[in-house]
């Protein structure tokens, strides 16, 4: 009998803990149900980044009610951050939890991460191309645009391994903001395209100063003639341009090359003598531009509203507003006649729930963020261009465009000069591999720029032996020494939940009562076999 109790015991917990391993496998794959369900209610989530421009968040709302109006059954909660790492960061914590939003606005690098789980991203694939509700499907109830109506390029940004897992949203890529008017007064003149030899060579001319300490160029005791914001576009578009190494798709780092380290060496010359300095050691390149201590400020062509002197974004004090005429350039080339640069922008993800309903709630939803009203709307905002032909072909955005300068805020030159640059070399753009780890590497690649710069501003020396050791500290800094490879490969997320530590702790102690009772009863054995030998 107690044999009895002690094997139903186990067997029991061992039937829970398998239970328990089938749970933590994640959620099943997502499968389109037939129709949508329009009796039920659905709340969704929907995570998307703002700073401090309130005309974003009145678009997001907007596209909200927009469609809540068709969906009246679809309630969407919106989330908005300060930028895309806290994004980044929140959805990595909530999916450990399963509280992961249902949309989210995020970049392809991080979306890879988040595919280290399993089903935690629905592929979107089989969802874009179904006749009801794929894109432009017959029971979608508005104006979606088909798959092909999707610029290709921006389209091709979210496949990951051998799936689409993101739409794109809005685009843009780098543009370099001059101060033309410093620029002549040093004796130069623009070129259409600019290259490094170039804005190393005016960068360096405008740091010459007067025997009183003053810069000639500005009449000011501060001039920082080159500011770049993301030091990791920086690296990577520069690797690109000479044809180095950075990433392959499968993941191999090439970062670390003789070229990476010339690059360097540049950078921490022009560090040395005042020329350079980045956005993390100096701060935002426009507050120096439009206060007449910059020069060449590199930025997203989504930051154009706040350079120049009309800028209708403006993060210093009107009296510290320096007058100048701005002009919009392509960031600088090792080669001019093939100028290469990055594409970017936010992409759109759809999580995965246990009810598909709610999925295709989300799903239908993504899909509204992609209408022209919504397109247009936002790209009016800032330097992004619209991700769709069918908005780049309205009327409505063709009137936009040809309308800059007749205001400072909704036609403002600038803005509108930035998204022409972005729309006109889309095919001079490129995105890097994207997988699971793609976005340590991101960062490591600005952090080398980072450090060199530091170093130099510390009076350190910036030899082999700061290379060597350099390259040792970002490997290890961002782990770069672990195996990495394809976004779809299973990986850990971290420690066991409560629930399956107490399940294994269970089976840990059925197996010490099993070997207990096993002993007892050896010993019991032997006890009376010594018994009956003593009564012989």
Known sequence: MKHRLVLLLFCTVCMLALTACHGSRGLDAFVIPETFDTSREYEITF????????????????????????????????RLYTNYGVIYNDVITNLATGTAPNVCITYPDHIATYLSGVNTVVPLDALMAHEKYGLGGSEVRFDAPTQAEIIPKYLAEGVIGDAQYALPYMR??????????????????????????YI???????????????????????????????????????????????????????????????????????????????????????????AGQCIFAIDSTAGATWMGSDAPLVDIAEEKIVRFETVVRPIPQLDPENPVMISQGPSVCVFNKADPQEVLASWLFTQYLLTNEVQIAYAQTEG??????????????IDYMSRAGEDNDLYYDIKI????????????????????????????????????????????????????????DITA????????????????????????????????????????????????????????????
């Open 384 to 397: 992004y261009v619209p991700v769709t032909q069918k908005a780049l072909d309205d009327p409505d955005y």
């Open 417 to 472: 000069a930035a998204s022409r640059l972005a729309l006109d070399y889309t095919e001079n753009t490129f995105v890097t591999a994207v997988y699971n780890g793609s976005a340590s590497l991101r960062d490591a690649a600005g952090q080398m720029i980072e450090n060199t710069a530091k170093a130099t501003r510390r009076k350190q020396a910036v030899d082999d032996a700061f290379m060597d050791k350099l390259q040792t």
């Open 47 to 78: 995570w998307a980044k703002n700073d401090t421009n309130m005309t974003q968040t009145e678009i997001y709302q907007q596209a909200i009610d927009g469609f809540e109006a068709l969906y009246p059954n679809v309630h969407v909660n919106l």
């Open 172 to 197: 843009s890529s780098e543009a370099c903001y001059i101060n033309k008017t410093y620029v002549e007064a040093l004796g130069y003149d623009i070129p259409d395209i600019l290259t490094w030899d």
């Open 477 to 536: 800094l961002y782990r770069l020494n672990e195996a990495r490879g394809s976004a779809m490969e299973t990986k850990d997320l971290g420690p066991l939940p409560v629930g399956a530590k107490a399940l294994l702790g269970a089976v840990g102690a059925v197996w010490v009562l099993i070997l207990l009772y096993l002993a007892q009863n050896t010993i019991r054995t032997r006890l009376r076999a010594d018994a009956k030998n003593a009564k012989k």
């Open 200 to 290: 190393w060579e005016v960068s360096e001319a405008a740091v010459k100063k007067n025997a009183d300490g003053i810069y000639e160029v500005n009449g000011q005791d501060v001039m920082i003639p080159f500011i770049y914001k993301s030091t990791d576009n920086m690296m990577i578009q520069y690797l690109a341009q000479a044809g180095a190494g950075y990433s392959t798709a499968d993941g191999e780092i090439l970062l670390f090359n003789d070229e990476t380290e010339r690059f360097l060496y540049e950078i921490s010359s022009h560090v040395e003598t005042g020329a350079f300095s980045t956005f993390k050691i100096s701060s935002y390149p426009a507050n120096f531009l439009n």
